[in-house]
Each structure stands twice: as structure tokens, then as C-alpha cells.
């Protein structure tokens, strides 16, 4: 045996030093027979460009023909793509030839396929293309296990053995699934039949949108349209009262005239018989006025030095526990420096101050007369031009005290505007955000902290009061709990009351987005609370864990043996919770209402009828909070939105007085709520007896005596059973040394706006200024 034999028989081939071996000798068919193209194609793509494979293809034999997938490997091809002049198959199916699953024929360069042409049809592709899974068995089945595991921790009491069951769960949960349609031909035959109908649906669609958006709109006494959403507590009112048979038509007495309008000499003027005189001379002081900070900071310290100092320290008494907008010891230390000097650069600062004044006069223990306050109006509207050309936090503390007294004072739609604007500004520098540390000391963010919770709960009370979209938005704030320790809350909260607080007002955004997206009334969603995974659900249980988790010195239980400066915040904050409760809980107890005023009874699912129970319960709850903190002398009805609270919870009581009336009669449920309620509207009652009372306030808590009113229309009540609203009314709180202790102004009312009867009665005529026959009628049908 040579060398050559020897190394070429028992060494490997080497490609290009050595040859080729010789082909083994096995029958042509059977090697090819057991080594199939497909086999060839896998060893390729294992081994990649080896010698043997080589010789391997080549051992099939040169006498057939090699197939297409040998050939390209042997020319280094790896294009899976057929060209397209060899293509037999259309790329993408016109939808004639889909829904009847033939061959779509296209010839190559013409737009339509030769079914089409032959049949005079449009050859069009609109049809989603067949979703295809890929993956093999197992990776399915490990996906479907692990989406039944999710749905299980998610709905425990989830029946998935069958596909029905798994579309009752989907339509139980209120999810959209996909179309029941097997095939493509009933795709196009809903398509091509569904094309009149579409036309119908859009028709009432756009017709249901057109009456939704007519019916939210109303005229304020301006003339104006303002929009007001369907589960806005206007539009409770106003259902409540159709179910109780007393509805008119309405006008926003608290969307009042223009709050920049001098006030009528008529309005100005307690005694008729005094000379106009007096009157023109007020009137051109107060147009006047001049806008520049050094002589305002004049005027105001000349003419009215003696009583700043007394309304200062009113504010800082009363108002900043409810609203905390500014820093007590950098507000005072300011103060201090402007009253020295009398001078100040700054207009936002200045604005505020005004207003700190004004908001105080209401409950300082000293009087402010009606052409004084005037003046000071007039002061701040000279300042809020150049208020709003600045960005910092002066501005946004100007704005919000501006804001608060226009709410206060029957011009809720300006305060709405200045709400936003606070709320912009308050983007541009960055309050919303934590990570915005430049150029900032501790106390600084601190205080923008506290300035953004304090805005951002203040335009969300508002949200569900109007039931309007939110200037904030959906976006999820990165500001956190501000530091109490750092800003000096020892003296007016509790240990950690900002933290619960702020933890309180995210549960109130996620309620008036849930009901914003509900959108077609107050009755929409009435099936909410029976899906697991529905928002309404979810806030309740959110809400739930809230009150469970709530440390004991801030319960309500414990109220009783807090300090007084810690009682009103820890009542207010249970008044807060309540009022959530009965905010995203309403719609159930008015759904239950409705149906219980029906003369064919409908049964009501009993999830349902759990949440209208809760709804009541959270709705005594704030009622007996507001007693109670009358009773610890502390009933803010001047500058908070103690009145409103006591609104909300009225027209729940009323709800659940109705229902339980046309189901059992007098029971003694009904009696229960029919005495919280006549304490209410005794509360109320006595708060309207004080002139300083606000225009908004005082609409308010009349609302609240005309709803106890006319719920004792309804049947008689046993005297035994309930105090009578007359001795309620003689209670007097005694004068403990309470700064709430608001005493009488005795020279009537309030220059901003006058309170007339017009404030008593809700009822108006339909031809408002502004208005013509053909909207009103719209605007106020059911």
C-alpha cells in the first residue's frame, strides 16, 4: 500500500490538498428513496458548508433531476421567496374570492381577478387578514395555562370549561370579545347586509350624542351656556326633584354676572333714601383704582391699617387648616417687612394678600363694611392682570385664594377658570413633578408640595361637582407626601394626616374619572357593580381597604379625645371619605329610586341593591359628621365646603326616603333617615340666619330646607318619633371661645353679591337672555 492510499484511507479529506473519495456503492434508488430533499435541507442548516454534504448530494445520482431545494443549496442560495414570475398564487385574496374560499386568479399588472372580471364586481381587499397562531403545541398549551391562572387569581368564581361559559364571564366583566363569525363569507354577508343598517345606527348614535350634549348644557344668569355633566350634583337635584314631582325649570343662580361688573347702586346702597351722591362718588373711586403695587400697598395700608392685622390672623385661625395655601411663617415674615415699609414689587403677593383679607372679613370677630369690601375687589381685579403674566408660586397662591371667594360668591364659573390657570402655571414650574429640585431649598419643595396637593384637591372637588373633564387629566403625578415636620403642620393636623389625606384625594380622581368615562347620564353603569373588574368596583374596594388600614388616632371614634385644633381635620377627613362613597355610589341608589316609582316593579340585581345600601349609609355618615361638628362648634358654612357636604348628604337621604316609601311605606328605616334629615335642614336653617353667609352657600343650604320640605309631603310623621325641625331650630351653640364662633354683621349683606329672594327660589322663567324658544325646552325636558 502506497503512502497516498494510506493517508487518503485512514485520514480525513482535506478540500484542496486531497481528493474527493469515490462515490460509496449503494443502488442509486435506495440511497435516494432514503435520503429526501427535506433531510438534505435540515443537515445544511445544522452542519452548515461541510465537504461530506457535498459528496453526499452528489450521491443521489446525476441521471434524475435534482429538486429545487438541492439546487439551491448547491448554488449558495437560501431565498425562500418564489419569484414573482413563477408565482401560481396570488399574494393577498380579494374578498369575493375569500368569502367564497377559491383561488383568487389575478393576472400580473391588472388591478381586478378574473372572477371578478368576468362577474362585473369590484375586486377590493378590505377584510382583516386570518389571524394564524404560531408556536407549537406545548408553548400553547403553557400560554393557555398560564392566562386560566391569571383569569383565576383575578375572578376566583370563574367558570372557563367551555367557550360559552367563557362569553357569559367576558359579558359579565364587560369586556369586548371578539366576533362570533367562523368564516369569511359571514364577514362579508354582515358586511354588505350591515350597510343600510350602519346608516340607522350612526343615525340614533348621533342623535343619542346630540341629546346628551343638549340636555348638559344650561343658561346662567349671564346668558351664557355652560356645560354641566350628567353626574354633576346639579343634575341629581334635578332628577330628584322629577321623581318627587316638583320639577321647573332651573337657571345656575351660582353661575352668577360677571364677577369683574361694578355692583348696581341699588345693590350698594342698605337705605333708599339716601343721595345719589354718595353712590357716584363710591363709583368712580372704585373705577378709579390703580393698578401698580406701590400705591395699592398705600391705599390699603392708609385706609384700612387698623383692621389688617386682626384679619390676618382670622385666615391663618380658621381658613388655612381647611386651605392650606400658604406658609404661615414666610406669609407673616412678609408681612411684616410690606406693613415696615409699605412698599412691595411683587403683584401676586400683594393679590394674595387682598384676598386673605377679604375671605377673613366673614369670620373675624371685628366688621368689615360692604364699601370696604368693595374696595378690596377692586384692588384684586386691578392686580390679576399682572398676576397672570408671572409664574411662580405667588401666582398660584394669588389665583387659588381669588378663586375660592368667586366660588363662594356665585361665580363658580370664574373660579373654574382660575382653577385651571392655577393649574397651568403650576406645570410650568414643575410642581407636578418630584425630580424638579433645581436652584430649590427643603422648604421650597416642601411648600410646592403642599401647594400641588392643596390645587390638585380643590379642582377635583369642582370635577365632581360639575361633572367635567379635569384640567390635570389622567396623568399620574410623581409629587409625594410633603414633609410636616418641615412646614410646621404640628399646630393644625394630626401625625400623618397629609399623607391619608393625599391618599384620599387619588381615590377622588380615579371616582370622577370613572364616572366622566361613564358618559351617557347618571343611570349609565348601572351594571358596573356587578362586574368584578369594573372601575366602580375597584374604587369601592379601594376605598374599603383605605378605612381598614387607617391609623387609630386619625378614626372617627377618636375624635372625642383629640385636641380641638385636630378634631375638625380628622372630622373633615371622614366627610371626605363619606363623600366619595356616596359619589361613585349614587348611581345605584337613583337607579333603584327610578325603579321603585315604576308602576310595573322591576327586580333589581342584588349587587345593585348592596351599593344604593351603601350609599346610604356613607350618606348618614356625613350627615351626622356635619351635626357633630356643629355640635364641637366648628361648622364652617362661611369660606368650606361644610354646606355642600351637607347637600350631598340630603339628596341621598331623600333618594333612600323615596324608595323606601313606594316599597314598604313609613318604615322605620325611612323614619331614620327622615330625622337625620330634619336635623340637616335645622342646621341649615340656622345658617341662614347669619347675613355673612355667601351667595353660593346660602343657594345651597336652602336647597337642603326646600328637600326637607318636601319630603313631608310624602306621609305624616309621628311626632314621638322624630324632633320637629321648629325645636331643632331653637338650639343654640354656646359660646365657647370658638373661633367658629362667627358673630352677626350688622350691616347686611354682602356687596358682592346681593341676596335677594330670587336666591330662595330655583324656579325661573324659560326666556333667559340669551336663550330662545326652541332651546329651552330641550334644555329642560327629562
Not at 92 to 109: H, I, N, P
Not at 490 to 498: L, R, S, T, V
Not at 511 to 525: D, F, M, P, V, Y
Not at 732 to 748: A, E
Request: proline share 6%; net charge positive; hydrophobic share 35%.
Amino acid at each position: 500500500m502506497s503512502l497516498a492510499s494510506v493517508s487518503t484511507a485512514f485520514y480525513p479529506v482535506i478540500r484542496g490538498i486531497t481528493p474527493k473519495p469515490a462515490p460509496l456503492p449503494v443502488p442509486p434508488r435506495l440511497f435516494q428513496s432514503s435520503i429526501p430533499a427535506f433531510f438534505v435541507v435540515a443537515l445544511r442548516t445544522i452542519w452548515g458548508k461541510s465537504a461530506h454534504l457535498g459528496w453526499l448530494i452528489d450521491a443521489r445520482g446525476s441521471g434524475e433531476p435534482q429538486s429545487t431545494a438541492c439546487g439551491l443549496l448547491r448554488k449558495g442560495k437560501n431565498k425562500r421567496r418564489v419569484p414573482p414570475d413563477k408565482r401560481k398564487r396570488t399574494e393577498v385574496s380579494c374578498d369575493k374570492c375569500k368569502s367564497r374560499k377559491q383561488k383568487c386568479d389575478r393576472v400580473q399588472g391588472q388591478s381586478a381577478c378574473r372572477y371578478c372580471q368576468l362577474n362585473g364586481i369590484a375586486c377590493s381587499t378590505n377584510l382583516p387578514r386570518k389571524q394564524r397562531i404560531y408556536g407549537s403545541d406545548e408553548t400553547l398549551r403553557s400560554k393557555l395555562a398560564l392566562l386560566e391562572s391569571l383569569v383565576k387569581a383575578l375572578v376566583p368564581d370563574a367558570n372557563l370549561s367551555s367557550n360559552d361559559e367563557m362569553i357569559k364571564l367576558g359579558k359579565s366583566l364587560g369586556i369586548s370579545l371578539p366576533n362570533d363569525g367562523t368564516g369569511a363569507d359571514v364577514e362579508v354577508e354582515e358586511e354588505e347586509k350591515g350597510e343600510e343598517g350602519g346608516k340607522k345606527k350612526e343615525k340614533k348614535v348621533a342623535n343619542a350624542h346630540e341629546e346628551e350634549y343638549t340636555v348638559s348644557l344650561f343658561p346662567d344668569q349671564q346668558g351664557q351656556i355652560q356645560y354641566i355633566g350628567p353626574s354633576s350634583s346639579f343634575e341629581l337635584h334635578r332628577k330628584l326633584r322629577m321623581l318627587l314631582g316638583s320639577y321647573v325649570s332651573f337657571e345656575f343662580t351660582m353661575f352668577g354676572h360677571n364677577a369683574a361688573d361694578q355692583p348696581s347702586t341699588s345693590d350698594t346702597s342698605s337705605d333708599p333714601q339716601m343721595g345719589s351722591g354718595r353712590d357716584l362718588r363710591e363709583s368712580r373711586e372704585l373705577s378709579n383704582v390703580p393698578s401698580d403695587c406701590i400705591s395699592l400697598s398705600y391705599l390699603l395700608r392708609h385706609s384700612d391699617g387698623a383692621i389688617l392685622d386682626p384679619l390676618v390672623d382670622a385666615f391663618f385661625d380658621i381658613i388655612h387648616s381647611d386651605f392650606p395655601v400658604l406658609h404661615e411663617g414666610s406669609f407673616r415674615e412678609s408681612y411684616e417687612i410690606w406693613s415696615a415699609t409699605v412698599s412691595t414689587t411683587d403683584p401676586a403677593w400683594l393679590c394674595a394678600l387682598v384676598c386673605v383679607l377679604i375671605l377673613s372679613h366673614r369670620v373675624a370677630p371685628i366688621t368689615v363694611s360692604n364699601e370696604t369690601e368693595r374696595r378690596w375687589w377692586r384692588y384684586v381685579q386691578a392686580l390679576l392682570p399682572a398676576v397672570l403674566f408671572t409664574t411662580n408660586l405667588s401666582t398660584i397662591q394669588a389665583l387659588m385664594l381669588s378663586a375660592l371667594h368667586l366660588h363662594n360668591t356665585n361665580h363658580r364659573d370664574a373660579c373654574w377658570n382660575l382653577t385651571g390657570t392655577a393649574i397651568r402655571v403650576a406645570f410650568a414650574i414643575g410642581l407636578h413633578r418630584d425630580d424638579v429640585k433645581h436652584l430649590q431649598g427643603p422648604l421650597r419643595r416642601e411648600l410646592g408640595k403642599q401647594l400641588w396637593w392643596t390645587l390638585y384637591a380643590f379642582e377635583l372637588m369642582q370635577v365632581s361637582s360639575y361633572d367635567r373633564p379635569s384640567a390635570i387629566g389622567d396623568m399620574v403625578t410623581s409629587t409625594s407626601h410633603l414633609n410636616e415636620r418641615i412646614i410646621g403642620f404640628a399646630g393644625h393636623y394630626p401625625q400623618d394626616f397629609m399623607k391619608w389625606s393625599q391618599q384620599l384625594v387619588l381615590l377622588l380622581a380615579s371616582t370622577c374619572k370613572a364616572l366622566n368615562q361613564a358618559g351617557t347620564g347618571i343611570l349609565s353603569g348601572e351594571d358596573a357593580y356587578r362586574r368584578p373588574l369594573s372601575p366602580e368596583a375597584g374604587i369601592l374596594c379601594d376605598l374599603g381597604r383605605w378605612k381598614e388600614n387607617l391609623p387609630l388616632h386619625l378614626r372617627l371614634k377618636v375624635t372625642d379625645s383629640l385636641a380641638p385644633s385636630s378634631r375638625r381635620p380628622v372630622l373633615l377627613l371622614h366627610a371626605q371619605y363619606n363623600y366619595v362613597v356616596v359619589l361613585i355610589a349614587k348611581p345605584a341608589l337613583l337607579r333603584r329610586a327610578t325603579s321603585s316609582s315604576k308602576v310595573v316593579k322591576v327586580q333589581l340585581p342584588q349587587s345593585l341593591y348592596t351599593v344604593s345600601e351603601t350609599c346610604v349609609e356613607s350618606a348618614r355618615a356625613l350627615g351626622s359628621i356635619m351635626l357633630k361638628l356643629e355640635a364641637y362648634d366648628q361648622f364652617n358654612a362661611l369660606t368650606w365646603w361644610d354646606i355642600f357636604y351637607t347637600l350631598i348628604s340630603s339628596m341621598a337621604l331623600v333618594l333612600d326616603i323615596f324608595c323606601r316609601v313606594n316599597q314598604h311605606g313609613r318604615s322605620r328605616d325611612s323614619l331614620g333617615s327622615q330625622a337625620l334629615l330634619r336635623e340637616l335642614a335645622g342646621l341649615m336653617s340656622r345658617q341662614l340666619q347669619n347675613p355673612r353667609l355667601p351667595g353660593t352657600m346660602r343657594t345651597w343650604a336652602a336647597v337642603v330646607v326646600e328637600l326637607n320640605s318636601m319630603t313631608e309631603r310624602l306621609g305624616s310623621m309621628p311626632q314621638s318619633t322624630i324632633a320637629s325641625s321648629e325645636a331643632s331650630g331653637d338650639r343654640h351653640v354656646l359660646d365657647t371661645g370658638s373661633p367658629y364662633s362667627f358673630p352677626i354683621n350688622p350691616t347686611g349683606n354682602s356687596p358682592i353679591e346681593p341676596i335677594t329672594s330670587n336666591d330662595f327660589n330655583l324656579a325661573c322663567s324659560p326666556m333667559i337672555a340669551g336663550m330662545d324658544n326652541k332651546v329651552w325646552p330641550t334644555v329642560s325636558r327629562k
